[in-house]
């Protein structure tokens, strides 16, 4: 293996995963790796290339790959931490916040809760959307099966 080629590393990290049947991280390494491999378009990549400009060259990519933020996050996160492992390996040099300029949070700017117009909806039986159809559904098999109300119908 070349010592200094991401790939190769990435790829050897994936197979350690596998063998010690850690599979969920094992997939989401491999698929860093593919987005990655996509990207660049050629066998190899070597540590040294990875810069801050390379990083947010990427994260554009990922976003006009039509990617929602915190799936690039995952996969912003998952190179950070071969970049590290790779520096405690001796393999890479150590780069002062090389990965500031690119997005390793997570984004919560999707509502989780429903409003209480589709609420009401829901407990009246009079639904029109698929998607909350879903929902009553749902809340009605929590409610059969479990005796979980999901609402406490004396706040409305």
């Known amino acids: 293996m070349n010592q200094n080629n991401l790939f190769a590393y990435m790829a050897s990290v994936v197979s350690q995963l596998k063998e ?9 390494y491999q698929s860093t790796l593919r ?60 780069v002062f916040n090389l990965f500031h300029d690119v997005f390793t949070g997570i984004d919560r700017n999707h509502k989780k809760a429903l409003d209480e117009s589709k609420l009401r909806e829901i407990l009246t039986g009079d639904v029109k959307s698929p998607a909350l159809k879903r929902v009553q559904l749902m809340a009605t098999a929590m409610y059969r099966l479990c005796g979980m109300p999901f609402v406490d119908l004396q706040h409305l």
């Open 20 to 28: 010690e049947r850690r599979m969920g991280t094992a997939h989401v």
């Open 35 to 94: 987005r990655v491999m996509e990207f660049e378009g050629e066998e190899t990549l070597d540590f040294k290339d990875l810069t801050p400009a390379w990083l947010k060259s990427f994260q554009d990519h990922l976003l006009d790959s039509r990617l929602q933020w915190n799936t690039v996050s995952t996969y912003m996160r998952m190179l950070r931490a071969i970049y590290n492992k790779a520096v405690m390996a001796g393999l890479a040099k150590f």
